[in-house]
């Protein structure tokens, strides 16, 4: 179902509807063309859903092509083009931050004081783990900490 399309698939799904042009320069983010930092994206732990970070976008200097009038506006036709709110996507995310917050909750109880920096170095020493932007979103500064570290560039 184009419903539960996510991605380029839906991406193609909308040019092929004639919905958007193919030349889509600057109208939705290119993945070569995101900063490393800060995180453009929050996730909101009620739906699962992506959302753009509007404090963030509003006080990055974006270097990349943007036939928006704003960064903010940018990320958010990115979401939308590439349909990442899918219903699909977000019950995926909505059973990952169950099982952060099962680790957080065990971490809590065994004293652990070091599991964010743990969860970090789990999640992010491999190049792209699926949910990349959420597990970040998740783990905040210490998601940005750990990426740093190891010389994050996107």
């Given at each position: 179902?184009?419903?539960?399309?996510?991605?380029?698939?839906?991406?193609?799904?909308?040019?092929?509807?004639?919905?958007?042009?193919?030349?889509?320069?600057?109208?939705?983010?290119?993945?070569?063309?995101?900063?490393a930092?800060?995180?453009?994206?929050?996730?909101?732990?009620a739906?699962?859903?992506?959302?753009?970070?509007?404090k963030?976008?509003?006080?990055?200097?974006?270097?990349?092509?943007?036939?928006?009038?704003?960064?903010?506006?940018?990320?958010?036709?990115?979401?939308?083009?590439?349909?990442?709110?899918?219903?699909?996507?977000?019950?995926?995310?909505?059973?990952?931050?169950?099982?952060?917050?099962?680790?957080v909750?065990?971490?809590?109880?065994?004293?652990?004081?070091?599991?964010?920096?743990?969860?970090?170095?789990?999640?992010?020493?491999?190049?792209?783990?699926?949910?990349?932007?959420?597990?970040?979103?998740?783990?905040?500064?210490?998601?940005?900490?750990?990426?740093?570290?190891?010389?994050?560039?996107?």
């Amino acid at each position: 179902m184009p419903t539960n399309l996510s991605c380029d698939a839906f991406k193609a799904h909308l040019e092929n509807c004639g919905k958007i042009s193919k030349a889509n320069e600057g109208n939705v983010l290119n993945p070569q063309e995101i900063p490393a930092f800060p995180n453009l994206f929050t996730f909101d732990k009620a739906t699962g859903e992506l959302k753009t970070d509007y404090k963030v976008c509003g006080s990055v200097e974006f270097q990349g092509q943007n036939v928006h009038a704003s960064l903010s506006e940018l990320v958010d036709k990115t979401i939308e083009v590439f349909n990442l709110n899918c219903q699909r996507l977000c019950d995926e995310r909505l059973v990952m931050l169950v099982h952060y917050s099962q680790q957080v909750a065990r971490a809590r109880k065994a004293n652990n004081k070091n599991i964010f920096d743990q969860l970090a170095a789990r999640w992010f020493r491999q190049s792209w783990p699926s949910f990349f932007t959420t597990r970040r979103a998740l783990l905040g500064k210490y998601a940005e900490s750990y990426l740093i570290s190891m010389n994050y560039e996107g």
